[in-house]
Every structure is written in C-alpha cells, then in structure tokens.
C-alpha cells in the first residue's frame, strides 16, 4: 500500500522560508513521475514542481527561482524548499506521484493529506 505523508508547513511571514517533506512508503520513486502541487482555498490545484521519468525538474512560473524540488532516495523521501515566500504562496501543499513507471503523460495517481503554508504580508 501506497503511502505520502507531508510535513513542514506552517505560518511565516513574507520573505520566509519553509522545506516541506514528503515521505513515501511502499513505492520507490526510481522511473515515476513526481510532483508538488497546491491549492488554495477557491482556487484551482496547481502543480509548482514537477519531476519526469527522465529525472528533470520543472517549475510553475510563478515559483521558479524561489521553489527547489528535491528527492533523497535513501530516505525515500521527496521536499520542497521554499524561499521569498509571498502571500500568494498561501495554499495547501500535496505531493503526489504516478502509479505507472516510464509514464510519459505523467498521470498523478498517489496524493498526501497535504500540509497547509500560509504566508503573511
């Protein structure tokens, strides 16, 4: 059975920054596609972090620069450091994953509870 959990949200102020983890159980990320995604309350889910079967890391616009996507494997753990964070940055975070290896549309299948991030001006 599949399991993510994240931790590491919380409250800070404007140009704070916060490392959010992801721990997996029952899956190796090895061949999958993983992601960070968020949403905020009226708001769409938007995925801010992405990496593809290849390995390669791709970011939202509106968090490149700011945002690292990083996974440690002895660990079996994914994060997501956040830095000059803005209000606009306020949502629940989830981390996510594909069930299929080598799955080049990357179809999100596995989803944490979500850590909430609230950041204020």
């Known amino acids: 059975q599949v399991q993510l959990v994240e931790s590491g949200g919380g409250s800070v102020q404007a140009g704070g920054s916060l490392r959010l983890s992801c721990a997996a159980s029952?899956?190796?990320?090895?061949?999958?596609?993983l992601g960070w995604f968020r949403q905020a309350p009226g708001k769409e889910r938007e995925e801010v972090a992405g990496?593809?079967?290849?390995?390669?890391?791709n970011y939202a616009s509106s968090v490149k620069g700011r945002f690292t996507f990083s996974r440690e494997d002895a660990k079996n753990t994914l994060y997501l450091q956040m830095n000059r964070l803005i209000p606009e940055d306020t949502a629940m975070y989830y981390c996510?994953?594909?069930?299929?290896?080598?799955?080049?549309?990357?179809?999100?299948?596995?989803w944490g509870q979500g850590t909430q991030v609230t950041v204020s001006s």
């Open positions: 029952g899956y190796t990320f090895n061949n999958y596609c």
């Open positions: 990496i593809d079967i290849d390995g390669n890391t």
């Open positions: 996510s994953a594909d069930s299929f290896p080598y799955d080049k549309t990357c179809e999100f299948d596995y």
